[in-house]
């Protein structure tokens, strides 16, 4: 799997750079190694305008415009690892953002669908990830809190937005044997909930670390 196919700037200070993030990673506690690689891998300050590349490979979260953010590399680290991407996996991601963690999943797996809320962010990445070569992408613009269900079952589904609650289309989505991985909480803070599908009509809920995302909007989020 490459994810990004075009030659693009980036230098082996770059990649330096990114091999430290990876190795700060490795020490926070993501054991993962095939996701430490795809974080390795995925030059995140092409996800970044110019004159904050210099922002890219600081383990932070940093505004995208819109009021929204692109993930923090621990945070994109920590719910591709809860995910557990193989190979083949159809994999959907609510809230595209920067594209960013769209193409660490694309280091994981072929191909990604990913929905976008906002249309100028949308727009944005729908160039860029063109530009970059991600082919394995399939974009949308609309609420992902219903999914996709034209394209269900997934393999996976991956929202990097805070909800209020677990939005039951996404459950319905996932085939047996998948996983959903969701920010769950309040405006303040919210715990990274995985719930896997075990059976037609059995899920089983897990709870991991806590967390403050943007919120997400749409009729199982918060609604805008
Ligand atoms: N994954 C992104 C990246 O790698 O840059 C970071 C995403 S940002 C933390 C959360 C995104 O979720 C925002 O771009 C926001 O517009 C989007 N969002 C919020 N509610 C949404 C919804 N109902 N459907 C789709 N996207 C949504």
Sequence with gaps: MTGITSPLHDTYRHQGQRRALARELRQRGIADERVLAALAAVPRHLFFEPAFEAHAYQDKAFPIGEGQTISQPYTVAYQTQLLGVQPGHRILEVGTGSGYQCAVLLRLT????????NEVLFARTQQRLAALGAGGATLYCGDGSVGLPGRAPFDGILVTAGAP???P???RQL?????????VGDAQSQRMV???REGPESFVRE????FRFVP?????GWRS
Aim: proline share 6%; glycine share 12%; net charge negative.
């Design 175 to 183: 085939r047996v044997g998948g996983r959903l991985v969701i920010p």
């Design 207 to 210: 709870e991991f670390e806590t």
């Design 165 to 167: 609650g677990l939005p």
């Design 216 to 220: 997400l909007l749409g009729a199982s």
């Design 194 to 196: 995985r719930v896997t």
């Design 110 to 117: 072929a191909h990604v669908d990913s929905i976008e809320f």
């Design 169 to 171: 289309a996404l459950l």
